[in-house]
Antibody, heavy 120, light 113 residues
Framework: QVQLQESGPGLVKPSETLSLTCSVSGDSISGYYWTWIRQPPGKGLEWIGFFSSSGNIFYNPSLKGRVIMSGDATNNRISLTLSSVTAADTGVYYC??????????????WGQGTLVTVSS | DIVMTQSPDSLAVSLGERATINCKSSQSVLDSSRSTNLLAWYQQKAGQPPKLLIYWTSTRKPGVPDRFSGSGSGTDFTLTISSLQAEDVAVYYCQQHYTLPYTFGQGTKLEIK
């Protein structure tokens, strides 16, 4: 079965760039849509955007052009970059796959998430 | 953006009793071409990632107990747990995937009374 595992620095300084990776095992990243979601401590879910290796990408406009998503088919992983971070970007970041090949909407499975803290 | 509003924010129900969570969207999420509402429900237990329970408003993901059911259409949707079990304690989120950016409700925390 497919498994996702997020990884990243844990602590990022304000104004710097956050880089996260979602490593996928058990299936290829090709043919699927991959979504990033984040969750501030004690709060709800925020949909960040999606990426597919076919070239379809969408970022939530709320992130004001600070986000870039990409994929590495050779190593079967998805990446998220968020620039000019502030304390408001602190939270658990999840990657998730579209339920079916070629389908964006419903998300399954999810990774366990990685906590990112923005602080000097 | 479509705003998803859940009610109540928190809910305490006795074991074996029915739990009902509502989700209202600021616009219709009906996909006329598929004749289906693009609305999903997730369950998030403490310290875990969310888990997909229901998609297309009312279709249970395989493996999800049949005490979970979804209903609704257009802008008003409901998640019902027919007989609450201890393992159902969690925060529940609705999500629309009809219009980008996709959006989640604020969550409803379900506890045992």
């Amino acid at each position: 079965q497919v498994q996702l595992q997020e990884s990243g620095p844990g602590l990022v300084k304000p104004s710097e760039t956050l880089s996260l990776t979602c490593s996928v095992s058990g299936d290829s990243i090709s043919g699927y849509y991959w979504t990033w979601i984040r969750q501030p401590p004690g709060k709800g879910l925020e949909w960040i955007g999606f990426f597919s290796s076919s070239g379809n990408i969408f970022y939530n406009p709320s992130l004001k052009g600070r986000v870039i998503m990409s994929g590495d088919a050779t190593n079967n992983r998805i990446s998220l970059t968020l620039s000019s971070v502030t304390a408001a970007d602190t939270g658990v970041y999840y990657c998730a796959r579209g339920l079916w090949s070629g389908w964006i909407g419903e998300l399954h499975p999810w990774g366990q998430g990685t906590l990112v803290t923005v602080s000097s | 953006d479509i705003v998803m509003t859940q009610s109540p924010d928190s809910l305490a129900v006795s074991l074996g009793e029915r739990a009902t969570i509502n989700c209202k969207s600021s616009q219709s999420v009906l996909d006329s071409s598929r004749s289906t509402n693009l609305l999903a429900w997730y369950q998030q237990k403490a310290g875990q990632p969310p888990k997909l329970l229901i998609y297309w408003t009312s279709t249970r993901k395989p493996g999800v107990p049949d005490r979970f059911s979804g209903s609704g259409s257009g802008t008003d949707f409901t998640l019902t747990i027919s007989s609450l079990q201890a393992e159902d304690v969690a925060v529940y989120y609705c999500q629309q995937h009809y219009t980008l950016p996709y959006t989640f409700g604020q969550g409803t925390k379900l506890e045992i009374k």
